[in-house]
């Protein structure tokens, strides 16, 4: 199986920040890519896929990018409601689909 | 507007057999255009896939899960299920259905997921 890892796990920001998440997978995934987002107690939220492709209706200070085994998640200005825990999934190597361990963005 | 909502016990026995079902509502599960997939995530842990099916049946599951796993499809009922036997308490998690959208022009079980499901807590203790 693909190994998908992102980095850091957890970090502290603060409203208005430029933050990136990165997520790195153990072989070339080209970019069979998806992110998402999840706060507590609630299902994850759909933000990106194929690595850059915007879900329709999610803000465009989120964006994505990368290719191959490193990818990023950036979120241009941070929102009081972008403190959430965020994953990154691997759908390339299927039908065993795998996600990263989380980063989870805390207020500074 | 597609929902899918998780219900089934959310206490199971050690040993004993993990049974959910996903109501699919606002759009059909007979879709081609779709996979339908569950996915668990323990408690301050992070998301593990479990196994996904297509309408006509086909199904694929995580080789971790695989002897233990069971997924169904009730086009009538619009639903599609779990059974995960012999639990243990490394099985106590939320469990989550969604929809799984391949990327591809044909279907295969490979994409993305949405929506989710609101999630529903499974704890194995006797």
């Known amino acids: 199986a693909i190994r998908m890892t992102q980095s850091p796990s957890s970090f502290s920001a603060s409203t208005g920040d430029r933050v990136t998440i990165t997520c790195r997978a153990s072989q070339g995934i080209s970019s069979y890519l998806a992110w998402y987002q999840q706060k507590p107690g609630k299902a994850p939220k759909l933000l990106i896929y194929a690595a850059s492709t915007l879900q329709s209706g999610v803000p465009s200070r989120f964006s994505g990018s990368g290719s191959g085994t490193d990818f990023t998640l950036t979120i241009s200005c941070l929102q009081s409601e972008d403190f959430a825990t965020y994953y990154c999934q691997q759908y390339y190597s299927y039908p065993q689909l795998t996600f990263g361990g989380g980063t989870k963005v805390e207020i500074k | 507007q597609l929902q899918l909502q998780e219900s089934g016990p959310g206490l199971v026995k050690p040993s004993e057999t993990l049974s959910l079902t996903c109501t699919v509502s606002g759009g059909s599960i007979s879709s081609s255009s779709y996979y339908w997939g569950w996915i668990r995530q323990p408690p301050g842990k992070g998301l593990e896939w479990i196994g996904s099916?297509?309408?006509?049946?086909?199904?694929y599951y995580n080789p971790s899960l695989k002897s233990r796993v069971t997924i169904s499809v009730d086009t009538s009922k619009n639903q599609f299920s779990l059974k995960l036997s012999s639990v243990t308490a490394a099985d106590t998690a939320v469990y989550y259905c969604a929809r799984l959208i391949f990327w591809s022009g044909y279907p295969i079980p490979a994409g993305w997921f949405d929506p989710w499901g609101q999630g529903t807590l499974v704890t194995v203790s006797s």
């Open positions: 099916i297509y309408y006509s049946g086909s199904t």
